[in-house]
């Protein structure tokens, strides 16, 4: 830390992303909740057919071809779309246009970890909401003012609300900005998109790193009425018109076209999620009912950190918060089933020289 750094950021806790092991090691990486299969051949198809002497000049700033894409995919029109470098810089928008400088930012106590991050970076009044047994209460929502984000389903547990529920919420929250983070919707759970065109207060963020296999490529987005695009792309030109490169835009709207794929694919997550839950059932597990790609489990007979560096040992990765009650808990991403079935086999061999 140089002397030149403004004081009040010298104890920021920055953002921890999950462990990246080198290509050289064996491991199967279950921690940072990427897909097991490859990216769509429709989206494979337009990089290879990528001019590359475009790269000499700049990207359309408006990103047109993937908002109209993702427009047409949740019913909405283009204007009701931006995209961004990733969900995370989506994020830091709408904290920049709705939660910076004192306002208030509602979110789970236990939720994405870059909440708190951003709502600090930002000098929010950053208020975290109590959970019990890690389930949202949605009445703790009622009636607040300054900014709500959620992400549902919830990370880390998988858990998520329904689509009412987050109407109650909106109804319940009209002088708030409701920002509903749905990197994992796709899994199982319910979209709150279709209450765009109904709620002015409501903005909904989503990526391609998930459901669409691109956590490399970098492409987040968020839906909302007209004039809430309008705040972000406000923030968007004041900050990097070009967070997006033409490659990205043209592979990303060759992703969402490509229904049909990642419908499969995603239909392939959740099966193997749930047969990796039974087997977790049957050795002592707890698991929280997950609607994204990992589950978030302990057994009473090793503790999270153990547990973490066991599956360590044989070359599983997966991810261990070492934070109040978190740290009981590993968060394991769904991987290739036999991915899975080599990690259920480890776990009944750390489970069984337990018992």
Excluded: W
């Excluded at 993702?70 to 920049?96: P, Q, T």
């Excluded at 109650?168 to 998109?193: H, P």
């Excluded at 929280?288 to 560096?309: H, P, Q």
């Amino acid at each position: 830390m140089s002397k030149y750094l403004r004081d009040e950021l010298r104890n920021l806790k920055e953002y921890v992303p999950g462990e990246q092991p080198k290509e050289s090691e064996n491991i199967i990486k279950l921690n940072t909740n990427e897909n097991p299969y490859p990216l769509s051949p429709k989206a494979v198809k337009a990089i290879e057919d990528y001019e590359l002497i475009r790269t000499k000049l700049y990207p359309n700033p408006t990103n047109e071809p993937l908002c109209a894409a993702l427009g047409e995919f949740y019913n909405l029109s283009s204007k009701n779309v931006i995209v961004g470098n990733g969900s995370d810089e989506i994020l830091g928008f709408a904290f920049l246009a709705y939660g910076a400088n004192g306002r208030k930012v509602y979110y789970p106590q236990y939720g994405y970890g870059f909440y708190p991050v951003y709502a600090e970076l930002f000098a929010s009044n950053r208020i975290p909401v109590e959970q019990k047994n890690f389930k949202i209460d949605i009445t703790d929502y009622f009636g607040k003012e300054g900014m709500i984000v959620i992400a549902n389903p919830n990370a880390p547990t998988g858990l998520a609300l329904s689509k009412d529920e987050i109407e109650e919420i909106l109804k319940n929250a009209k002088t708030a900005i409701v920002i509903i983070d749905e990197a994992y919707v796709d899994f199982g759970a319910e979209s709150a998109a279709d209450l765009i065109p109904k709620y002015d207060n409501l903005i909904v963020v989503g990526t391609f790193s998930k459901s669409r296999s691109m956590a490399g490529i970098r492409i987040g987005y968020a839906l909302g009425q007209e004039s809430l695009i309008s705040d972000l792309h406000r923030i968007k030109y004041s900050f990097n018109p070009y967070s997006l490169d033409g490659l990205a835009v043209l592979a990303g709207k060759a992703s969402v076209e490509d229904r049909e794929y990642f419908e499969s694919t995603t239909k392939m997550v959740i099966k193997t999620r749930e047969n990796f839950i039974k087997e977790l059932k049957t050795l002592g597990f707890e698991v929280f009912d997950s609607k994204a790609n990992f589950v978030f489990t302990k057994n009473d007979i090793i503790s999270g950190e153990e547990l973490y560096k066991q599956l360590r040992e044989n070359n599983i990765l997966v991810r261990y918060f070492d934070e109040n009650v978190l740290r009981d808990y590993v968060r394991i991403s769904i991987g290739s089933d036999e991915n899975m079935e080599y990690t259920a086999d480890v776990l009944r061999g750390i489970i069984g020289n337990r018992g």
